[in-house]
Antibody, heavy 119, light 110 residues
Framework: EVQLVESGGALVQPGGSLRLSCAAF????????MDWVRQAPGKGLEWVAR??????????EYAASVRGRFTISRDDSEYSLYLQMNSLKTEDTAVYFC??????????WGEGTHVSVSS | QAVVTQEPSLTVSPGGTVTLTCGSI?????????PYWFQQKPGQAPRTLIY???NKHSWTPARFSGSLLGGKAALTLSGAQPEDEAEYYC??????????FGGGTKLTVL
């Protein structure tokens, strides 16, 4: 059974850093592109970042709102996806979901981890 | 200004049919925008229903279908059930296949 489990969410002050993790189970992680998507409280979904697989040289893409502050990475040996978030702003407050690309993008989603940026 | 537009809310009667649409301010939506449709219930993660305009996942109920209609992507629900009450999001891909989500449609089954 495919499962994605996010962790690492926390309360952090503006300007601070946080690293989110997404553990993958039930599929060959290295084969798949992976994404991070976030949802601010009471708001809609916002795509954050994508990392492709080894065959595509692990290339990455970012939403304009996080480019230069966030870094997506992966460790295929650990079946894990990461999101390093630096220079956090209050507007980064959201639930962060990881999602797998399989049959199209976002075929499986995790349950999310909460990030709150506040002083 | 939202790039991807959706109806803020719609209501459908149980057993009825409703069509949700997903438009682009830059012009007509085509299959090249790779339209996706997602269902999200309160407190839950999104679930992908439709990918690449009209493809269903194994978990997508048969009563949901995707299409292109009048220059927009469309999600049609035929035979609405109470459990279909949810927020529905679409996404379209622009440059570099970067997805942009719509603001969501709150569907009420009443």
């Amino acid at each position: 059974e495919v499962q994605l489990v996010e962790s690492g969410g926390a309360l952090v002050q503006p300007g601070g850093s946080l690293r989110l993790s997404c553990a993958a189970f039930g599929f060959t992680f290295s084969d798949h592109y992976m994404d991070w998507v976030r949802q601010a409280p009471g708001k809609g979904l916002e795509w954050v970042a994508r990392i492709r697989n080894k065959a595509e040289s692990y290339t990455t893409e970012y939403a304009a709102s996080v480019r230069g502050r966030f870094t997506i990475s992966r460790d295929d040996s650990e079946y894990s996806l990461y999101l390093q978030m630096n220079s956090l702003k209050t507007e980064d407050t959201a639930v962060y979901f990881c999602a797998r690309a399989g049959s199209g993008f976002f075929d499986y989603w995790g349950e999310g981890t909460h990030v709150s940026v506040s002083s | 200004q939202a790039v991807v537009t959706q109806e803020p809310s719609l209501t459908v009667s149980p057993g009825g049919t409703v069509t949700l649409t997903c438009g682009s301010i830059s012009g007509a939506v085509t299959s090249g925008h790779y339209p996706y449709w997602f269902q999200q219930k309160p407190g839950q993660a999104p679930r992908t229903l439709i990918y690449d305009t009209n493809n269903k996942h194994s978990w997508t109920p048969a009563r949901f279908s995707g299409s292109l209609l009048g220059g927009k992507a469309a999600l049609t629900l035929s035979g609405a059930q109470p459990e279909d009450e949810a927020e529905y999001y679409c996404s379209l891909c622009y440059s570099g296949l970067r997805p942009v989500f719509g603001g969501g449609t709150k569907l009420t089954v009443l």
